[in-house]
């Protein structure tokens, strides 16, 4: 790693951290987290009380992925991952959520999955 890579990666690891001392799920309003690579996004809601993921979703799964065969770009299916998410988290009895981005910016890919999670019916 050069040290430019470095110096951006420790960023990100103290903005979450930072995000993280700020916000809690709790099985009412369970965390939803973002997570992002270059080819896939995936997100979980979590109750960090009792430390379990109530629902999740990757574009890498392979019933999201089917889904998804043919979008243009990335955007399109982060949303269609949102939308998917907030399917599931219906059917977990989840309608109110807190929004943990993980030291991103609100843009992008993460935005398009927090919308697709809205349409769908989630609160935030």
């Not at 889904?67 to 399917?87: F, Q």
């Amino acid at each position: 790693m050069t040290k430019k890579t470095q110096a951006k990666s420790a960023s990100l690891a103290r903005r979450q951290r930072r995000v993280r001392g700020k916000i809690s799920g709790t099985a009412a309003r369970p965390r939803l987290r973002v997570d992002r690579t270059n080819a896939h996004i995936y997100a979980q809601l979590i109750d960090d009380v009792s430390a379990v993921t109530v629902a999740s979703v990757a574009t890498n799964e392979t019933d999201v992925a089917k889904k998804i065969k043919g979008c243009a770009s990335n955007k399109e299916a982060a949303k269609i991952a949102g939308e998917i998410l907030g399917e599931r988290a219906k059917k977990a009895g989840v309608t109110e959520i807190v929004f943990d981005r993980g030291g991103r910016i609100y843009h992008g890919r993460v935005k398009a999955l927090a919308d697709g999670a809205r349409e769908a019916g989630l609160k935030f």
